[in-house]
């Protein structure tokens, strides 16, 4: 079973930046996509940025120009945060996605909040 822990969450005021780390706990066989998440208090889950296998990213609205989406070598998935605003407040999950099965493995996120 693959195990995604999230981490790098904290505090930061507004207009900071947080680097996010994700990593699985073994190498994902037919591993497609990485994508982050983010959910606010009282507000549905909502996409934030993808990289797909080959390298091609993909973000939010709201992400692009702020965030960025990167990996290493290992099984690890990072989503650099600047510029924060008080509405980026929230968990951020990551999602390793296979293709073909559809399977998807989520980590239990991680807490950004931002004060003004």
């Known amino acids: 079973q693959v195990q995604v822990l999230e981490s790098g969450g904290g505090l930061v005021q507004a207009g900071g930046s947080l680097k996010l780390s994700c990593a699985a706990s073994?190498?994902?066989?037919?591993?497609?996509?990485m994508t982050w998440h983010r959910q606010a208090p009282g507000k549905q889950r909502e996409w934030v940025a993808s990289?797909?296998?080959?390298?091609?990213t993909d973000y939010a609205d709201f992400a692009k120009d702020r965030f960025t989406i990167s990996r290493d070598r290992s099984n690890t998935v990072y989503l650099q945060l600047n510029s924060l605003k008080l509405e980026d407040a929230g968990v951020y999950y990551c999602?390793?996605?296979?293709?073909?099965?559809?399977?998807?493995?989520w980590g239990q996120g991680t807490q950004v909040t931002v004060s003004s």
């Open positions: 999602r390793f996605t296979v293709g073909g099965s559809g399977r998807e493995y």
């Open positions: 073994r190498s994902i066989p037919g591993l497609v996509a």
């Open positions: 990289m797909r296998i080959n390298g091609l």
